[in-house]
């Protein structure tokens, strides 16, 4: 491609409102342009990084038996009732109406979809198991885009669905996935973990993992073992149960005045006391239940387990009036001690350590002193329901946790019967008997992974990529095309890398040479040939943009050069 009529728009100054260098560098080096808020035109060297990865993800999607297709983005909403998610699912999924005022959404993913078009055509176990996937653009509508494309509205996805005759049969479907994308992102050069996770929205029982690619900026946070292989997002990683429980105090349970401390920190500077020897007690609405969650004051409750321990479809904090009507005082002054009957009360495993408490005494300004679990509030039985922290026990028994931040760029999951079940997806077995297909999904954020990409391939200068994903893999200069020499020896090597193979972006632009080799780095192709000076003795100055490594090279060595390059 000639750069003198590429559509390659260009910026040297960081954007307004570009806060992450994947977003700075993908509008400076002319990948994307904002249309609206969430929302990108990807211009034509961002489309060819894109279309690099979707062909990795085709060629390991095919290795691993599965067939592509591609659905629909608009959606019958009769659909997301059947499954039940049309309510679950939130504000993020956007509706709309046809002419005829049906309703309709537009796809945030697609498992009612391709679980119909499987239920209508597969009816017997002879024509299973089968993987379907697409690569397709998808739209949430996030309360906050941010970082570019990967927080987005609108954004393209790669989602798989595998459908089985049984558990076995999906957990060797799992494994293949699993092992599929472990090839995917390390062929897009990253350095990732894949880590257990929570199934969110798309639910399902039984497994899931996330694949993280490792990054300051991510919006993740991993839990990983400091000796072992164990790894987990932080929202699941479990805690264990390595408490001993406490003796009673001989003083009973006292009401104090509290005037104004309404938090830990205030408690803790009031009383001058220990975090660890206070009671948090935090009200949630399960499924419009009310419940009670008591940990130590130096933990944090994790709604995602309590909603897990609860099986609960949606966990939430209790508005201000709600905990007023519901515990007779407001937020600050919420305990366990003479609860309401009908609020069920959750204790942290850490809690038993406690031997003379502090906790809300459920009165405005006041609280209880001398508090003993057990003693002084029924306790059925100790669970996790807290954040797990750097420093503790590895819940594989090795190790301490230690925390990073991770990008989520895939997520596999081990759906079972949730959507079979929800859809009627049954096949008829060996005997002849109805059972419901035995599901799972596996999806990759496409325009994400190239963002991620350039979070960890990335200089002072601009992009850095890997080989594998590049717009192109030679960027060929000429510094002064008036020169005949060095305009004649670039059509020259032009022709003859583009026969070679090479997808070669060729600077035949009339413009200085500092603005050729400022664009150069910026836009961060793997290898940069220069036709300069030497032109006419047949040498040009070839440079390896990862690492800076630069050498001059008769054009009689350089391919037998440029094949060095990539080992």
């Known amino acids: 491609m000639r750069q003198q009529l590429f559509f390659n728009p260009t910026m040297r100054d960081i954007p307004q409102g570009a806060d992450v260098p994947s977003h700075q560098l993908m509008l400076r080096a002319g990948l994307i342009r904002q249309t609206a808020s969430g929302i ?8 060819k990084v894109l279309r690099n990865i979707e062909r990795i993800i085709q060629e390991e999607m095919e290795k691993a038996g599965a067939q592509e297709l591609l659905m629909p983005a608009i959606q019958p909403a009769e659909l997301w009732e059947e499954s039940g998610r049309l309510k679950d699912y939130g504000p993020e999924l956007m509706r709309l109406k046809d002419r005829h005022d049906r309703d309709f959404v537009l796809g945030p993913t697609h498992e009612e979809v391709i679980t119909s078009l499987v239920r209508d055509h597969i009816t017997t176990y002879k024509k299973l198991p089968i993987t379907l996937y697409q690569i397709q653009t998808k739209y949430r509508d996030e309360r906050r885009p941010r970082f570019g494309v990967l927080r987005s509205r609108e954004f393209i996805m790669k989602d798989a669905y595998s459908f089985d005759t049984d558990r076995s049969g999906l957990d060797t479907n799992y494994e293949r996935m699993y092992e599929a994308y472990q090839n995917i992102f390390t062929r897009c050069g990253l350095d990732f973990r894949a880590v257990e996770a929570d199934a969110g929205a798309i639910g399902g029982k039984g497994g899931t993992h996330e694949f993280m690619v490792l990054s300051q900026i991510g919006e993740d946070t991993i839990a990983f073992s400091d000796t072992s292989q164990y790894a987990a997002n932080v929202e699941i990683a479990a805690v264990l149960d390595t408490y001993e429980k406490a003796v009673p105090p001989a003083a009973s349970l006292e009401v104090i005045d ?3 401390m309404k938090t830990i920190d205030d408690l803790t500077a009031g009383l001058n006391l ?7 007690s935090v009200l949630f609405i399960a499924d419009e239940e009310p419940v009670l969650v008591v940990c130590r004051g130096d933990h944090e ?17 209790a508005e201000p009036d709600e905990v007023q009507d519901i515990m007779g005082t407001e937020a600050g002054f919420v305990g366990p001690v003479g609860a309401p009957s009908q609020v069920k009360i959750l204790v942290d495993a850490a809690v ?22 057990g003693r002084d509030f029924p306790i059925t039985e100790y669970g996790d329901y807290r954040i797990v922290q750097e420093g503790d026990p590895s819940p594989d028994g090795q190790g301490k946790i230690r925390f990073a931040e991770g990008i989520e760029v895939g997520h596999v999951f081990k759906l079972g019967t949730k959507y079979s079940e929800a859809l009627g ?34 200089d002072e200068n601009g992009i850095t990529w ?21 305009h004649e020896l670039g059509e020259q090597l032009y022709t003859r890398l583009q026969d070679n193979g090479y997808a070669v972006l060729y600077d035949d632009r009339k413009e200085r040479a500092g603005v050729k080799f400022n ?3 910026l836009i961060g192709l793997p290898v940069r040939i220069t036709c300069g000076k030497k032109a006419g003795d047949g040498i040009v100055e070839v440079k390896r943009r990862r690492d800076g490594k630069m050498e001059e090279v008769h054009v009689n060595e350089l391919f037998s050069y440029l094949e060095t390059l990539r080992k």
């Open 466 to 486: 890997p080989g594998s994903v590049a717009p192109f893999d030679v960027h060929l200069l000429v510094l002064n095309p008036k020169q005949d020499d060095q």
């Open 274 to 280: 220990e975090k660890a020897s206070l009671l948090k």
């Open 301 to 317: 409750v994790n709604d995602i387990k309590v909603g897990n321990a609860l099986d609960a479809r949606e966990v939430r904090l």
């Open 40 to 47: 990108y035109t990807f211009l034509p060297l961002g489309l």
């Open 352 to 373: 038993k350590t406690i031997s003379s408490g502090i906790c809300g005494a459920n009165e405005k300004d006041k609280h209880y002193q001398n508090v003993h679990p």
């Open 425 to 458: 997806a049954v096949y008829l077995d060996e005997n002849g008997r109805s059972q419901p297909m035995v599901m799972g999904c596996y999806g990759i954020g496409v325009s994400r992974l190239l963002a991620a990409v350039i979070e960890q391939h990335h």
């Open 258 to 260: 509290t005037p104004q």
């Open 519 to 521: 664009d150069s780095d």
